[in-house]
Each structure stands twice: as structure tokens, then as C-alpha cells.
Nanobody, 126 residues
Framework: QVHLVESGGGFVQPGGSLRLACVGS????????IGWFRRLPSLAQEAVSA????????YYSPSVKGRFTISRDNAKNTVYLQMNSLKPDDTAIYSC???????????????????WGPGTQVTVSS
């Protein structure tokens, strides 16, 4: 059974940093693209970033590019999202998800992701 768990969320002031982690089990971790999505207070969902199974291709939404960095450690079944220069607009519930069905033009389509973690809350406020 696929199991994904996020951690690392919390409360941070604008300009601060957080590192999220997504740990997976119950599947061949190194065979999957892992994506990060966020659910905003408005309930809108946004794609944030994704990393391919081979750790060669990384995708970022324009709103986070240059501030967030995605990485993975397949030996630990973990994907990380380093978030720097955080803004109040980054406040959301961040979830990770897995897929084997996305590419450069579709990495941000949540419907193509098969399994999801419950999410971790990130709040950016002064």
C-alpha cells in the first residue's frame, strides 16, 4: 500500500526558510516522479514543483522558481522542498504526490498523480 507523509511545515516570518520532506513507502520510490502541490487558503490548488525519477529534471512553477529547490534521496525514499525567501502568498497546505505519467508539459496536472500525502501546513506571516 502506497504511503506518503509530509513533514517540515510550520510558522515562519516573511523572508524565512523551511524545508519540507516527503517520505514514501509501499512502492518503488526511485521509479516515480514526485510532485509538490499546495492548497491555498482560498482552496485553490497549485502545482509547486516536481522531480523526475532519475533526479535529472526538476520543474518549478513561476511563482516559486528561484526561491524553492526540490531534491530527492532515493536511498531514504525522501523528496525535499527547500523553501527560501518565503512570502505570505506561500501560505498553504503542501502535499506531495507520485506519478509515472507526466512530462515537461504535464508535470503540473494534479489529475495525473496517483497517490497523495495528507499535507503539511506552511504559514508565512509577520
Amino acid at each position: 500500500q502506497v504511503h506518503l507523509v509530509e513533514s517540515g511545515g510550520g510558522f515562519v516570518q516573511p523572508g524565512g526558510s523551511l524545508r519540507l520532506a516527503c517520505v514514501g513507502s509501499g512502492f518503488t520510490f526511485g521509479a516515480y516522479t514526485i510532485g509538490w502541490f499546495r492548497r491555498l487558503p482560498s482552496l485553490a490548488q497549485e502545482a509547486v514543483s516536481a522531480i523526475d525519477a532519475d533526479d535529472r529534471i526538476k520543474y518549478y512553477s513561476p511563482s516559486v522558481k528561484g526561491r524553492f529547490t526540490i531534491s530527492r534521496d532515493n536511498a531514504k525514499n525522501t523528496v525535499y522542498l527547500q523553501m527560501n525567501s518565503l512570502k505570505p502568498d506561500d501560505t498553504a497546505i503542501y502535499s506531495c504526490a507520485i506519478t509515472r505519467s507526466v512530462g515537461r508539459s504535464s508535470w503540473d496536472l494534479s489529475s495525473l498523480y496517483d497517490d497523495w500525502g495528507p499535507g503539511t501546513q506552511v504559514t508565512v506571516s509577520s
